[in-house]
């Protein structure tokens, strides 16, 4: 479970005030580059990896199951463990032109 403690955001705010608007984006920037980060780290590991949200239906719940504090957040679910088979091969994809774009291309 990738937690973020909401407490810790005003203390942010209140020492870069010409952010104190985008702190809480900046707070989910952070998670995204965390999760990322931990997958990579569990997939080098041997381990197969997949992030959920199911959050916020399971928030009370796993707080009260855990004794977590209040003012921390789920942010997401990363379920993780050994593998029984590799990716699907016959997974289809979008065109690649059509899903990313680059600006200023020449």
């Known amino acids: 479970m990738l937690y973020e403690?909401?407490?810790?955001?005003?203390?942010?705010?209140a020492k870069a005030p010409l952010?104190?608007?985008?702190?809480s984006?900046?707070?989910?920037?952070?998670?995204?580059?965390l999760a990322g980060n931990l997958w990579t780290v569990l997939e080098l590991a041997g381990f197969g990896a997949n992030l959920q949200h199911?959050?916020?239906?399971?928030?009370?719940?796993?707080?009260?199951e855990w004794g977590l504090p209040s003012?921390?957040?789920l942010k997401a679910q990363l379920v993780f463990g050994t593998p029984v088979e590799g990716p699907n091969p016959?997974?289809?994809?979008?065109?690649?032109d059509e899903r990313i774009f680059v600006f200023g291309k020449q």
């Not at 016959?90 to 690649?96: A, R, S, V, W």
Request: no cysteine; proline share 5%.
């Open 71 to 73: 003012q921390w957040a």
């Open 19 to 23: 952010f104190k608007n985008h702190v």
């Open 90 to 96: 016959d997974k289809q994809y979008g065109n690649l």
């Open 54 to 64: 199911f959050n916020p239906y399971i928030d009370a719940r796993v707080t009260a």
């Open 25 to 33: 984006q900046f707070s989910e920037h952070n998670n995204a580059i």
């Open 5 to 13: 403690d909401q407490a810790v955001l005003p203390s942010l705010q």
